[in-house]
């Protein structure tokens, strides 16, 4: 129970989840990334098969979640996956990681990203941190008042992003395609599948986010039920959405031309509507990484608020606010660490850190499943079931850790920081245990 015997309220709905799913994908990583992924898979059936293996990829985890939000609801996602089904140093490590590197990592990133495209919009000149902090803790500070106005502050911005993103993708299906830029070559020595799998790792930034939903199963009114449902419309929908906009850019832009833009949204709106087209995709891409933060800044501190109402981290961050029964400590710790973290970070240090991070744990929930089915003795009455297990379970663990090895076989010194965070994490839990076992003997 946690501190005061406040509950969290249950007032979300399947349709709240479902958008909190896409909110959660949705951000500026569809705006940031496609050039990324053209200048390694090169051509355009290549950078197609890319997003589209990425697409199932997401939708193999958001099945193997799905049924782990059915078989356990209530239990704060993957750390409550991990705590039941391995052991509580190992779901320890995930909130902890996600407190230093991924989550809050993630939101600065973002943060940064909208400040790059809002100044423009309004003519601001101050520095990009200074800005980020900002938003960062104003949307903190909306969310410490409930989750009912911080889920009603998330649907509203992702329902505006799906639109400006809807905008963009029919100018490229149907405004004038620019000269085609010189087309990209293929390396002699180069393979289609090595060629896609390099291009893995800013498609799945892309696609991350959807894990984070079944940290709201407590305020849902039928988690049961509604998250399996809502994992899997918000990563179907967010699939088509990303294959729609980069079917409209290689359209427009050519895989060369999408290769070499820097922003690849502008240069599609530029072509239709000249200069007030930048405007008005600098505006759209701004709400879109707003909407993704206020998503993150809603769901994430529900990971921390479980942790400490087990006891495993500081037990502040489990007082939840009798008025608002929200766990404000856990949403301002995050906030106010995101918000220093922008005056280091942008977004290209943070990709490879965050893929990292969270396929290790991917891997680590998908390994929960076999164990669950197990302890549950085939228990399926009324229940969502993965499609095809164990081979699509065993599929997306093999996909997880080939993901990882990639990253660091690319870049083995900050991979292995990472890692050694993580690692990190392990002492700080059996340390943590010993002091509290040692200080309960004493009283």
């Known amino acids: 129970m946690q501190p005061g015997g406040v509950k969290l309220a249950r007032k979300l709905t399947t349709f709240d989840a479902t958008l909190i799913v896409m909110g959660g994908m949705v951000g500026s990583g569809i705006f940031l990334t496609p050039p990324l992924i053209a200048q390694v898979a090169r051509t355009a059936p290549l950078i197609v098969t890319a997003w589209i293996f990425g697409g199932i990829i997401a939708l193999a985890g958001a099945f193997i979640f799905a049924e782990l939000a059915w078989r356990r609801p209530a239990v704060a996602g993957v750390y409550g996956y991990l705590r039941d089904g391995l052991h509580p140093a190992i779901a320890f490590t995930a909130g902890w990681t996600a407190l230093l590197i991924s989550y809050t990592g993630a939101m600065a990133a973002s943060a940064v990203a909208f400040a790059a495209y809002f100044q423009p919009v309004i003519g601001l000149h101050t520095p990009l941190w200074i800005v980020a902090a900002v938003v960062l803790l104003l949307l903190t500070f909306v969310n410490c008042l409930g989750v009912r106005p ?110 070499h833009s820097t922003a690849p949204a502008a240069d599609m709106m530029q072509n239709v509507l000249g200069s007030m087209g930048v405007r008005a995709i600098a505006a759209a891409v701004a709400l879109s990484t707003l909407g993704y933060l206020s998503n993150a800044i809603l769901v994430s501190p529900r990971l921390y608020y479980a942790m400490a109402a087990d006891g495993l981290f500081f037990k502040q961050l489990a007082w939840v606010h009798p008025k608002t029964q929200a766990p404000v400590v856990a949403i301002a710790v995050q906030g106010i660490v995101a918000a220093f973290i922008t005056i280091f970070n942008g977004f290209p240090q943070i990709l490879n850190y965050v893929v990292v991070i969270d396929f290790i ?82 009283a």
């Open 361 to 442: 744990y991917f891997a680590l929930v998908a390994y929960t499943l076999f164990v669950f089915r197990r302890r549950d003795k085939g228990e399926t009455r009324g229940g969502f079931l993965v499609p095809g297990h164990p081979f699509t379970t065993l599929f997306f663990i093999a996909a997880s850790a080939a993901v990882v090895v990639r990253i660091f076989l690319a870049d083995p010194r900050h991979t292995s920081i990472v890692i050694g965070i993580l690692l990190s994490g392990i002492a700080v839990y059996f340390i943590s245990q010993t002091y509290a076992k040692r200080k309960e003997a004493r």
């Open 150 to 259: 911080g889920s009603l502050t998330q649907n509203a911005l992702m329902i505006l992003k799906i639109g400006a993103i809807a905008a963009i993708i029919l100018a490229g299906f149907f405004g004038p395609a620019r000269a085609a830029a010189p087309l990209l070559q293929l390396p002699a020595s180069g393979n289609w599948l090595w060629l896609v799998g390099a291009a893995m790792v800013p498609v799945l930034f892309a696609y991350d986010g959807w894990q984070t939903a079944p940290f709201i199963d407590e305020e849902m009114r039928d988690a049961r039920r509604g998250m399996p449902r809502a994992l899997l419309w918000g990563v179907l929908a967010v699939m088509i959405l990303y294959i729609a906009i980069t079917l409209a850019a290689l359209r427009m832009l050519g895989p060369a031309g999408l290769a």
